[in-house]
């Protein structure tokens, strides 16, 4: 067990990450060069992560939570908007300033075995975040891996290392994956449906150990999921994003009590638990199908599906954020 | 056997070939389903439920060492036919099957249209014409707009992809369907929406279903029993209230536990440990190494246990048929 | 990496792979014992021809050709003047020499030449030699004199009035059982080759040697120009292994380099590559070879450049980019550059590694590729010129019509060790691609 040991050495306010209208469009081209458009795949998307918090972002897929989690890691530019970390716009840095920055956001994957190098062992694939960030000392390395490896509780290490990745099962693979996300020793880190891949009985054991690494280095955990059950017993906070942009934020208890936004009430309807009475009861479900990203619909995106659409407010304009209840934003004209 | 029972199984088995040893993948499974029904068989991966929908349509691979056990389909022995008889009068026209994936398996140079009405094309020898207004028949069932007759696979999105392979399986009015998985890969919205599918049609056509998942919640929506299949064998077989309320097996305990639910304080349990390899059972109870009940006894298999309640639990725990 | 310690186990499962590396250990271990035993200079010198291999007899057979049409057949024997007993006899102004060369003829079947060389030492004036061939039967036939100069040859196989005289071919005639009008065995028995020398000075000196070539020589035979034919043959190993070894890592290495970075960095990049190697693969690689050989020159060299050059953007590239672009997008490659591993870092170590599996057995089958390439152009002709290869022999046997001759031997040796090289390969290579791709396993 390791003991309570924060990583972050940033100093400076409780604001670790600060996202202002951030805009992620990839640009189309008919025949390779004409340009047809772009992809919305982030429209506009502001909010602050706080340190050692843990913040879901919840929507389905064409939703935008993964352009968005690729944006905060550095793997595509943001077309416009800001992303400020720790003080520092991440425009603004230079080459090694990008590196280092990228030792303070650790990743962690949807698919355990696609994450992982199929031709490297667990040593190695651990060692490599070490080797690019310059850590040349062997036996430095052995004993970060190590204490990775401890750290997702895959002891003794020395049985894991020599391993490859077919030989671990779901769930001790995606162990290894979040042991890369933190060899380099993040303030946060960016989950991108870590367990919906893995069978139901080791999800759990999963997100509690994120939990627990979460609380013991003060990390900020930043997940995306599309499981809002498993949301509200391992997130403090939750963000509900629909086609590229943020419609509700919410502490996650109030949210799943109180929702606010037609949308995500329509998720919580959606969300089945075991009960055996769900075989006679019909789940009312919103029709259609989420917009396209190229050409969503103009005002609010929902409104062609919202049972609660108001005609000639929201098919004209964008609801900017309202805040219902303290502490609780909703994008909808409904609390105007 | 009782009548009305649309399909009976006798202990099934399937084995198959690997180059690691003798993979008992079905290990003696028996159950009975009766008309309009629908069965879940819940189970997490790699114990074997997927090899069993497969089996009971004889969709097998190529390494199968062992395939016995009795199949009875409205009284009649299927298991005891042969390939080509089982081919042109059980596949597609008494049991469909929407497989793992499927969304993914349609083929993308191919209309949609063409490829749902396949099946009558094959099976019944209709003419194109009027197989493809049956098409749009069914298409209307699972709830797509006929236009989407001539569209290609990618031009729709995964729920409706969906939707269309479950219509493929549909169109020649089977009596039963299996289907493996058929949620998985969607989100909660689309879930719910194929989930109202086939609720819909249950009631309307009075199919049958044999259901196979890992997801317990998703069971619960359309399940009137449930069978609970680990590392090859059912551990338990009930009605679905009696399984979701008041489950017997320590497993289904656990596993039930371990499902975070959206409206409960509590954290969700986990199991520890992980099922066996299929290619090295152990001895005894199967979930005994994994069990927080297990007893002396457990170092002997136990077999189903039928209880006062009509269920059926694999556990010494209930040898006596007594507890509820 | 997990792969080769697992693929050594398993390759010993597969006897094709077994036999594969025996002959390929075979084949190496030639080239070794070439390179060893005849140096490098030393094989181009004897390769040259000339002189040096005039007492070996014109394309004689190999030893084992003899061996399995029954034996009998003649072996070269030299007699020479230093072993034999000389007897002198001076006078003034000179000495006689009365040189008998003695030898026993075992053999059923007849030499195929029968020469004389003299070596003299003189100032000004030629001696003079008189020849008398002895039978065992106690004939005499004289062969006549003459004035030889210092180094000398008396071709006695073509002496034409000896042929009228003897109704036969000298090297026939002189050995032929007595009374048989079409001779079809050699008499055994002890000849002599009596020369009768007389040297116009004291200080002359004369040294004869009397080669009587056989039909079959050593285990390879002899060509047209003399050449024993395990030079070529036992230094074609190593030059076929190295041609085919070089052109194959040069190739294969380069090509995927290349489309590993086409594929990583797309755009315009993957565009240039793609359309050189569209435009590289439609043009015809022989006809090419044969252009530059025929225009430049035909140096190994500079044929191993072009091929090397020409091999790199072929279809290959299309391959390897067809395995790597699924790669590409690969979960793992994004987590690379999520923690900041570099391009190149990101294609030697993340993405090549995934199509190694397909090319090692790739590489290992293509190497008799390029061995044949070597060879056929050697056979048309554009082959390296000093260079001793099987090509070459091959190249020779065809010149010289060695088929139309009955020559088989020529044309079987090195065709033999070409078909092992393939097999060889061939078999490793196809047991590595059934290791390193389990799917095709199952076939």
């Known amino acids: ?159 894991f290392l020599p391993k490859f990745p077919h030989m671990l099962s779901g769930g001790q693979q995606q162990r290894v994956v979040i042991a890369r996300a933190l060899i380099l020793r993040p303030a946060m880190i960016i989950a991108d449906e870590p367990v919906s891949m893995l069978d139901a009985s080791v999800r ?92 969503p619909p103009p005002g609010c995106r929902f409104h062609p599906r919202c049972p609660h659409a108001i005609p000639e407010l929201c098919d004209r304009e964008m609801p900017p954020e309202f805040e219902p209840r303290p502490g609780h934003f909703a994008a909808c004209w409904l609390h105007r | 056997m009782a009548a009305g029972n649309l399909l009976r199984v006798d202990d099934f088995c399937l084995f198959y070939r690997t180059s690691g040893g003798i993979g008992r993948a079905v290990d003696g499974v028996s159950f009975e389903l009766e008309r309009h029904q629908a069965m879940v068989v819940l189970g997490e991966s790699g114990c074997g439920k997927s090899s069993l929908g497969r089996g009971l349509l004889r969709l097998l691979p190529r390494n199968v060492e062992t395939c016995t056990g009795r199949i009875f389909l409205d009284g ?93 399986a549909l169109i020649t009015e089977p009596d039963l369907v299996i289907l493996d998985e058929p949620t998985s890969a969607l989100d909660v919205l689309t879930q719910a929406g194929i989930m109202n599918v086939l609720k819909r049609i249950k009631r309307e056509l009075g199919t049958s279903f044999i259901l196979i998942t890992h997801d317990v919640a998703t069971s619960s929506e359309i399940a009137d029993r449930v069978a609970l299949m680990y590392a090859g064998q059912f551990v338990e077989l009930a009605g679905a209230a009696d399984f979701f309320l008041r489950p017997a097996h320590p497993y289904a305990k656990l596993l039930l536990a371990s499902i975070p639910r959206l409206h409960q304080e509590k954290r969700p349990e986990f199991i520890t440990g992980q099922p066996p390899s299929l290619l090295s059972l152990p001895a005894g109870c199967r979930f005994a190494p994994r069990c927080p009940s297990r007893f002396g006894r457990c170092a002997e298999n136990p077999g189903l246990m039928t209880l006062l309640d009509g269920r059926q639990v694999r556990c010494w725990l209930y040898a006596e048929g007594l507890q509820q | 990496m997990r792969t080769w310690r697992e693929a050594g186990r398993q390759l010993g499962r597969y006897p094709s792979a077994l036999v594969g590396l025996a002959i390929i250990a075979f084949l190496v271990g030639i080239a070794v014992y070439a390179v060893i035993a005849i140096p490098y200079s030393e094989a181009l010198g004897l390769w040259r021809g000339g002189d040096q291999w005039r007492m070996h007899p014109v394309n004689a057979r190999s030893a084992w050709v003899d061996r399995l049409t029954g034996g009998g057949q003649s072996r070269t024997m030299i007699v020479s003047s230093s072993a034999a007993a000389i007897e002198e006899e001076t006078f003034a102004g000179g000495r006689q020499l009365r040189i008998p060369l003695a030898f026993d003829y075992e053999y059923a079947g007849f030499p195929s030449e029968i020469n004389l060389f003299f070596s003299a030492a003189y100032q000004e004036r030629q001696p003079f030699v008189r020849l008398i061939w002895h039978t065992p039967d106690g004939e005499v036939v004289s062969l006549g004199g003459r004035r030889i100069s210092r180094e000398d040859r008396i071709a006695i196989s073509q002496d034409l009035a000896l042929e009228r005289r003897l109704g036969e071919v000298p090297h026939i005639g002189l050995l032929a059982e007595p009374g048989a009008t079409v001779p079809e065995r050699a008499r055994t028995g002890s000849y002599e080759l009596t020369v009768e020398a007389i040297l116009f000075e004291e200080a002359a000196e004369l040294a004869v040697d009397l080669v009587i070539y056989g039909r079959v020589h050593g285990p390879a035979g002899t060509d047209h120009l003399r050449r024993d034919l395990m030079v070529a043959l036992l230094w074609g190993t190593p030059v076929a292994l190295a ?137 048309l002709g554009l082959g390296d010129p000093v260079l001793p290869t099987w090509g070459k022999i091959l190249n020779d046997a065809q010149t010289m019509s060695a088929l139309y001759n009955g020559f088989y031997y020529w044309v079987v040796a090195p065709a033999i060790l070409l078909m092992l090289t393939g097999l060889g390969f061939a078999m490793l290579g196809f047991a590595l691609d059934r290791i390193f791709n389990p799917r095709l396993r199952a076939m």
């Open chain 1, 1 to 159: 067990m390791t003991a309570k040991t924060t990583w972050t050495t940033d100093s400076g306010p409780d604001s670790l990450l600060e996202v202002r209208d951030l805009r992620t469009w990839f640009e189309l081209r008919r025949w390779g060069f004409l340009p047809a458009g772009f992809v919305r795949a982030v429209d506009e998307v502001s909010f602050e992560l706080r340190r050692g918090e843990a913040v879901a972002f919840v929507g389905e897929s064409g939703s935008g939570k993964s352009s968005l989690a690729r944006t905060l890691l550095g793997l595509y530019q943001p077309t416009g908007g800001e992303v400020i970390f720790a003080g520092r716009n991440l425009q603004s840095l230079n080459r090694a300033e990008q590196l280092h920055y990228r030792a303070r956001v650790g990743y962690v994957q949807q698919d355990p075995y696609g994450a992982l190098p199929p031709f490297m062992s667990v040593g190695r694939i651990l060692a490599e975040p070490l080797i690019v960030h310059g850590i040349s000392s062997r036996a430095e390395r052995r004993r970060r891996i190590n204490e990775a490896l401890e750290e997702v509780r895959l002891t003794p290490a020395d049985d």
């Open chain 1, 204 to 295: 759990v054991e999963i997100l509690n150990l994120l939990h627990t690494i979460r609380t013991s280095h003060n990390l900020t955990l930043a997940f995306i999921t599309h499981d809002l059950a498993t949301v509200r017993h391992f997130a403090e906070r939750i963000f509900v994003m629909y086609a590229a942009k943020v419609v509700e934020k919410s502490e996650v208890n109030e949210l799943v009590d109180r929702p606010q936004h037609p949308y995500s009430q329509a998720l919580l309807a959606a969300i089945a638990e075991p009960d055996p009475a769900n075989a006679d009861r019909v789940r009312v479900i919103p029709g259609g199908e989420p917009p396209s990203l190229i050409s």
């Open chain 3, 243 to 379: 041609f085919g070894l070089i052109a194959a890592v040069g190739t294969t290495l380069t090509t995927l380099v290349i489309a590993a970075a086409g594929v990583w960095f797309g755009g315009w990049v993957d565009a240039i590559i793609q359309r050189l190697t569209e435009v590289n693969m439609i043009l015809p690689l022989l006809p090419i070879l044969v252009m530059v050989g025929t225009l430049y020159s035909t140096s190994i060299w500079l044929m191993l450049g072009v091929v090397v050059a020409l091999g790199i953007f072929s279809a290959g590239i299309k391959m390897y980019r067809a395995m790597l672009l699924p790669v590409r997008s690969a979960p793992y490659i994004e987590a690379a550059r999520a923690y900041g591993a570099g391009d190149l870092r990101i294609i030697t170590r993340y993405m090549i590694p995934r199509v190694l599996p397909v090319l090692i057995p790739a590489f290992v089958t293509l190497i008799p590729t390029f061995v044949f390439l070597e060879a056929s152009l050697a056979v």
């Open chain 2, 76 to 168: 009649i022995e299927i298991s005891a036919f042969t390939d080509e008889r089982f081919r042109s009068e059980v596949q597609w026209v008494r049991i469909a099957m929407v497989m793992q994936a499927a969304m993914n398996a349609l083929n993308p140079v191919v209309r949609v249209g063409e490829q749902v009405a396949e099946p009558l094309l094959v099976h019944r020898g209709w003419s194109r014409a009027r197989a493809l207004a049956r098409a749009a028949e069914v298409f209307s069932l699972v709830g797509i707009s006929a236009d989407f007759l001539r569209r290609y696979p990618f031009e729709l999105s995964g729920g409706m992809r969906q939707r269309a392979v479950l219509a493929m």
